[in-house]
Structures are given as C-alpha cells and as structure tokens.
C-alpha cells in the first residue's frame, strides 16, 4: 500500500493561488491513480480533482474547474495540485488520495493523506 503525505497548505488571500504536493512513497505508486479531496468544517469530504496512472486523464469537480490543475510526474512520486482564483469557499483540509482502480470515490480510494490546511480569507 503507498503512504502519502501533503504539504503546501497555509492562508491566502481571496484571488490567490497556492500549490499542494503530495509525495507517494512505496514502489507501486505508478500503478495508483491520484486525486485530492477536501472536507471543510461541518461538511462531509469531497472529491475536487483525479489523474490516471500515466496522467493521461485528468477530472475535476465543477466547481473548482478552470481553476485548479492536477499534475503528477511519476519519475519524482509526487502529486501536485496548482489552485488559482481562490475563493473562501475553497477553505478545507486538503487530502491526497490513491486509488489503484480509478473510481475516486470515497469508499474505493485506498489510501489517504493526512491532510493539509487550505484557508482562504475574503
């Protein structure tokens, strides 16, 4: 199983833009599609952004779309997530996420993250 671990988060102004990396360890990281989910206070955690094995593929929730770029360059293990426009509602702990058969839904991801603090002040 791959353990990941997110760093990049911190406080940004409304309109601003921040990266989060992830850095998959384990030999298999390749054969895992990466995504990153989000869960702001009271709320239940959200898919926001995926990309395939290879990164071939990449997806993304409405509302962060044109917004947000997923990245991944398997050579370095590492999973990026490049956040432009920021608004307050982007505020949440941000989580990476791997799942070896590409659903990225909550119950078929295989492992998480611990999370990373996104705040977004107005």
């Known amino acids: 199983q791959v353990q990941l671990v997110e760093s990049g988060g911190g406080l940004v102004q409304a309109g601003g833009s921040l990266r989060l990396s992830c850095a998959p360890s384990g030999r298999s990281f390749s054969s895992y599609a990466m995504g990153w989910f989000r869960q702001a206070p009271g709320k239940e955690r959200e898919f926001v952004a995926g990309?395939?094995?290879?990164?071939?593929?990449?997806y993304y929730s409405n509302s962060v779309k044109g917004r947000f770029t997923i990245s991944r360059d398997n050579a370095k293990n590492t999973v990026d997530l490049q956040m432009n426009s920021l608004e307050p509602e982007d505020t949440a702990v941000y989580y990476c996420?791997?799942?070896?058969?590409?659903?990225?839904?909550?119950?078929?991801?295989?492992?998480w993250g611990r999370g990373t603090q996104v705040t977004v002040s107005p």
């Open positions: 990309i395939s094995w290879r990164g071939g593929s990449t």
């Open positions: 996420a791997a799942d070896r058969d590409n659903h990225m839904k909550l119950v078929t991801v295989d492992s």
